[in-house]
C-alpha cells in the first residue's frame, strides 16, 4: 500500500512537476489574468518620471525666460516711444 502511494506521488510529481513549477504555474496565470501590471521594471519607471520632471523644469525655467523678454520688451518700446516723443519735442521747437 504504501509502495503504491509513493509509486502515485513520483508520477503525479513526472507529471506535474514539483512546487516551484506549481508557483511558476501560478505566478503566470496571475500576470496574465492582471494585464494591468506593469511588465517594465520599477527602475525604468523611474527613471522615466525622473526625465519627465527633468524636462518640466526645463520648460519652467524657459517659460520664466520668454517672460523676461516680454518685459524688456515692453520697456524697450516705452523708451523708444519717450525718444520719439523728445525728438519730436526738439524739432517743433526749431
Known amino acids: 500500500m504504501l509502495r503504491n502511494l509513493i509509486e502515485f506521488h513520483k508520477q503525479e510529481f513526472l507529471q506535474q512537476g514539483g512546487i516551484r ?3 511558476t504555474r501560478g505566478r503566470l496565470a496571475y500576470r496574465n ?5 506593469p511588465k517594465s521594471p520599477v527602475a525604468s519607471n523611474t ?8 524636462l518640466n523644469e526645463r520648460e519652467a ?10 518685459r524688456r520688451e515692453a520697456e524697450l518700446l516705452a523708451r523708444e516711444k519717450e525718444l520719439a516723443r523728445l525728438i519730436k519735442m526738439g524739432s517743433d521747437k526749431e
Open 21 to 23: 513549477e506549481e508557483m
Open 47 to 54: 527613471l522615466l518620471s525622473r526625465r519627465e520632471q527633468e
Open 61 to 70: 525655467r524657459i517659460a520664466q525666460k520668454e517672460q523676461e523678454l516680454e
Open 33 to 37: 489574468s492582471h494585464p494591468s501590471q
